[in-house]
């Protein structure tokens, strides 16, 4: 055994010794498809993966606590859950206030249109006409990009992508600003034929797992889990099979 396979071992079973096999508590939100979201009252997605390995490898049953995104900070300062995988981007804003593991994957912002207004919104420089109104979700780096990017655009928030969708098929808003994950799975479905991604990443993003600010403990367990998750082709393995 390699000593770095040797010292990951050592370090797993030192942590399943030292009193840490109580579950572990992942906050999600669970409507971002395909990262984290409901079928049949079945959780799904990336995230949802990602924890239930994690679990395996610290040996600790994993109970997923369902949350807006807007809770997760409070969620992890007052105990009630352990960490936040949830597609969770990494912002200097944040960062302030939580502890993030290491990366586990890239994404960007990318806006999605009616395909009828392809003509007049997919040019680069559609979105920054003066009065045109973006669709955002709140608190959101969607948000964040919209508010320091497009000045002229005038902005309008929804709570989940279903609720843009139905803004686009009702024409309130021009076009929707979010996650990659929400174009790739546009792509890969058939259940919205209308509408269009414009498939020109707006913002460079990373995706970590969040923990309370100062649980190193754990923090060095998920970025050792994420370690050998990454090694053994697992992480990649669950990523190209929802995307």
């Given at each position: 055994?390699s000593?770095?396979?040797?010292?990951?071992?050592?370090?797993?079973?030192?942590a399943?010794?030292?009193?840490?096999?109580?579950?572990?508590?992942?906050?999600?939100?669970p409507?971002?498809?395909?990262i984290?979201?409901?079928?049949?009252?079945?959780?799904?997605?990336?995230?949802?993966?990602?924890?239930?390995?994690?679990?395996a490898?610290?040996?600790?049953?994993?109970?997923?606590?369902?949350?807006?995104a807007?809770?997760?900070?409070?969620a992890?300062?007052?105990?009630?859950?352990?960490?936040?995988?949830s597609?969770?981007?990494?912002?200097p804003e944040?960062?302030?206030?939580?502890?993030?593991?290491?990366?586990?994957?890239?994404?960007?912002?990318?806006?999605?249109?009616?395909?009828?207004?392809?003509a007049?919104l997919?040019?680069?420089?559609?979105?920054?006409?003066?009065g045109?109104r973006?669709?955002?979700e709140?608190?959101t780096?969607?948000e964040?990009?919209v508010?320091d990017?497009l000045?002229?655009?005038?902005?309008?928030?929804?709570?989940?992508?279903?609720g843009a969708?139905?803004?686009?098929r009702?024409?309130?808003v021009?076009?929707?600003?979010?996650?990659?994950?929400t174009s790739?799975?546009?792509?890969?479905?058939?259940?919205?034929?209308?509408?269009l991604?414009?498939?020109?990443?707006?913002?460079?993003?990373?995706?970590?797992?969040?923990?309370?600010?100062?649980?190193?403990?754990?923090l060095g367990?998920l970025?050792?889990?994420?370690?050998?998750?990454?090694?053994?082709g697992?992480?990649?393995?669950?990523?190209?099979?929802?995307?």
């Amino acid at each position: 055994m390699s000593m770095n396979r040797l010292l990951f071992a050592l370090f797993l079973l030192f942590a399943s010794l030292a009193g840490h096999a109580e579950p572990l508590r992942v906050a999600m939100s669970p409507d971002y498809m395909p990262i984290a979201f409901k079928q049949d009252g079945k959780l799904l997605g990336i995230e949802v993966d990602n924890a239930r390995e994690v679990g395996a490898i610290l040996g600790r049953k994993v109970e997923f606590v369902e949350m807006a995104a807007s809770d997760y900070v409070e969620a992890l300062d007052s105990g009630r859950v352990d960490v936040v995988m949830s597609g969770y981007s990494i912002t200097p804003e944040r960062a302030a206030l939580v502890d993030f593991a290491t990366p586990f994957m890239e994404i960007g912002q990318m806006a999605i249109i009616l395909a009828d207004n392809a003509a007049v919104l997919a040019p680069p420089r559609a979105l920054r006409r003066p009065g045109i109104r973006i669709g955002v979700e709140p608190g959101t780096t969607g948000e964040a990009y919209v508010r320091d990017n497009l000045p002229e655009a005038q902005v309008l928030t929804y709570a989940d992508p279903a609720g843009a969708f139905l803004a686009l098929r009702k024409r309130a808003v021009d076009a929707y600003i979010h996650d990659a994950p929400t174009s790739w799975n546009l792509a890969s479905s058939r259940d919205n034929p209308d509408l269009l991604s414009l498939y020109r990443p707006l913002t460079r993003e990373q995706l970590g797992w969040a923990v309370r600010k100062g649980n190193t403990v754990l923090l060095g367990q998920l970025n050792a889990a994420l370690a050998r998750l990454d090694s053994n082709g697992r992480l990649s393995a669950i990523q190209n099979y929802w995307i």
